[in-house]
């Protein structure tokens, strides 16, 4: 399963996700695009923290950063987080799958047994 | 900051009408494993499949696709074997974006004749994970906060 994926920005897009503050900062995003300073507001940590945050989100493809010098408002990028979330689905999909065939298997040995 | 963080964690549960020792048995005995391994769509040949069910011990299945032949193989080690109840079992990392996953499958009798089976799949990462990638980042960071202060 895990071949079929482009490994290197799953390794960063689950590392970015795996912070709570980031996911934090990404809900915030999905209200809209918002500025480095509008996003530290709710957070204990100093802007500088919220800054390195969003260089990790930023490289991880989750969000895009504006170009316009002074504010470089962020806003969510959903290619990649859907990159992470289809992989996690594969998964889930390999033992649901499996699952649904040992459910079937143990059905028809026991059958087998009724018989015997 | 390089602090290991928390992995993905899936979990997946299922009750199965059948007694805890027979679903025991499909997850320990290849004969059986081989029957339904893997989603609809594979077939695992049985001399395909090594097991070890024992604290340390590997296992290696390999499914081929239906449809095109394709081969997917899963290996790993089991960690812990209690049996009717607990398989845990390691699953190393194929590529580099993980270190590895571990599986807790939990075997519980619901004491009418079925069984609830519980898997839990830790999959982890590190910060350190990212790199170089990372260290590169401070300089350019200390520079970002110089601007927004000045």
Do not use: C
């Not at chain 1, 209200?31 to 930023?58: C, D």
């Not at chain 2, 549960?13 to 494993?33: G, N």
Request: glycine fraction near 8%; charged fraction near 25%; proline fraction near 5%.
């Amino acid at each position: 399963m895990i071949s079929e994926m482009t490994v290197d920005q799953l390794s960063t897009t689950f590392a970015a996700l795996a912070d709570p503050t980031r996911r934090a900062i990404l809900a915030q995003l999905a209200k809209g695009e918002a500025t480095v300073n509008e996003l530290a507001e709710p957070f204990p940590i100093t802007l500088q923290a919220v800054s390195k945050h969003l260089k990790v989100l930023e490289r991880a493809g989750l969000i895009a950063r504006g170009r316009s010098a002074q504010l470089r408002p962020s806003r969510l990028q959903g290619e990649a987080l859907k990159e992470a979330a289809d992989w996690l689905a594969g998964y889930r999909g390999f033992w649901e799958g499996s699952l649904d065939r040992l459910e079937e298997h143990l059905r028809d040995i026991q059958r087998g047994t009724r018989l015997d | 900051m390089t602090e290991p963080i928390r992995a993905q964690e899936i979990t997946i549960s299922r009750v199965l009408d059948a007694p805890r020792e027979l679903v025991w048995k499909a997850w320990t005995e290849p004969e059986q494993l081989a029957r339904w391994w893997g989603p609809a769509g594979w077939t695992n040949p049985l001399e395909a499949i090594t097991m070890e069910v024992r604290p340390g011990g590997t296992f290696r299945v390999t499914s081929i696709s239906d449809a095109d032949g394709s081969q997917m193989t899963t290996r790993g080690v089991y960690r812990d074997v209690v049996e009717p109840e607990r398989l845990v079992f390691d699953e190393p990392a194929e590529d580099a974006w993980h270190e590895g996953a571990v599986s807790v499958a939990e075997f519980t009798a619901l004491g009418d004749g079925r069984t609830e089976i519980v898997l839990h799949t830790t999959i982890r990462t590190t910060d350190e994970m990212l790199g170089p990638a990372e260290a590169g980042m401070a300089g350019s960071l200390d520079r970002l906060a110089e601007h927004l202060n000045s």
